[in-house]
């Protein structure tokens, strides 16, 4: 037995709908930011800013550098965790991103 054609052609219309998928937005859909915990001139803020031009050309985007300095790199950190999970802002820290908190034992407003 058979089934009617009509019948089919729904089925298969309606396993198209289903697993159709949503197309994906473009990356990067804005212009991206480098937050450097550390002052201009200095060897993060040098490679960050050799770093952005070449990220700007890959991305078709422009890619600005922006250095917050001060506060043992917590406020380029929470800069960072303010600015959204959306992959546009990146931080370029040292050594002393790392090791401070622990050198310290400050309680930090982040994990």
């Known amino acids: 037995m058979s ?11 309606l396993l198209a709908a289903c697993c159709a998928t949503a197309p994906a937005q473009p990356f990067p859909s804005k212009p991206m930011r480098i937050i450097v915990p550390f002052t201009a001139g200095g060897t993060n803020d040098i490679l960050a ?3 952005a031009p070449r990220l700007g050309e890959a991305f078709a985007q ?7 300095p001060g506060g043992d790199t917590v406020i380029a950190s929470d800069a960072l965790l ?9 931080l370029l820290p040292g050594n002393s991103h790392v090791l401070v908190p ?3 034992k400050t309680p930090l407003p982040f994990d």
């Not at 054609?5 to 219309?13: F, G, M, Q, R």
């Not at 422009?62 to 917050?68: A, C, L, Q």
């Open 82 to 90: 303010r600015s959204g999970a959306d992959g546009h802002t990146l």
């Open 62 to 68: 422009p890619v600005i550098v922006d250095n917050r």
């Open 49 to 51: 800013r050799l770093l």
């Open 3 to 13: 089934a009617n054609p009509i019948l089919k052609s729904l089925l298969a219309a």
């Open 102 to 104: 622990h050198l310290t």
